[in-house]
């Protein structure tokens, strides 16, 4: 073979195997990313079927339920626009408190309730998710708004 047929194949080869490579961490970034959705839109049906997802807000004031023989903990999640019923199998942060900050990831089910595999709460007084906040934010104008009107 020719040098010049060497280089070619080289370059050729090079190409192909960065475009594997390429292509390898797209669908791996793909099948990782996931997206924060807030009550209101999981509602407006704007959160994926059968995907996981993270919804967050507050955990709504009285609707922590715990059962006695399991780990399983049924709580709520608003936005002071909407609630959205969540499922949790597990232990929970030491900071989940009623009317806190939380972000649950997981999927809804077809009967409409969040099932979480994963519960993250606030980390002190003054944080809260910025996804989080700007969720409770944009409802509490979408709720002025409907009032003025």
Same mark, same amino acid.
């Given at each position: 073979? !020719?040098? *010049? ?6 370059? +050729? ?14 669908? +791996? @970034?793909? #099948?990782?990313?996931? @997206? %924060? %959705? ?5 509602? +407006? ?7 996981? %997802? *993270? ?13 006695? *023989? #399991?780990?399983?903990? *049924? %709580? ?7 609630? /959205? ?5 597990? /232990?929970?942060?030491?900071? @989940? ?15 409409? /309730? @969040? ?6 709460? !606030? ?18 104008? +979408? ?7």
């Amino acid at each position: 073979m !020719k040098p *010049r047929h060497k280089k070619l194949v080289i370059i +050729a080869s090079a190409v192909t195997a960065l475009g594997v490579a390429s292509i390898l961490v797209l669908n +791996a @970034f793909q #099948s990782n990313l996931v @997206f %924060f %959705f807030s009550p209101s839109q999981v509602i +407006a049906k704007e959160a994926p079927i059968g995907k996981s %997802f *993270r919804i967050g807000g507050l955990v709504a004031e009285g609707s922590v339920q715990r059962d006695d *023989r #399991s780990t399983t903990v *049924r %709580f709520a999640v608003t936005d002071t626009a909407q609630t /959205i019923p969540v499922v949790y199998t597990g /232990i929970l942060p030491d900071l @989940f408190r009623e009317g806190k900050g939380v972000v649950a990831q997981g999927k809804i089910s077809a009967n409409g /309730i @969040f099932e979480a595999d994963e519960v993250l709460a !606030k980390h002190d007084e003054n944080y809260m998710p910025p996804e989080a906040a700007e969720a409770l934010e944009q409802a509490a104008k +979408a709720q002025k708004a409907s009032l003025v009107q």
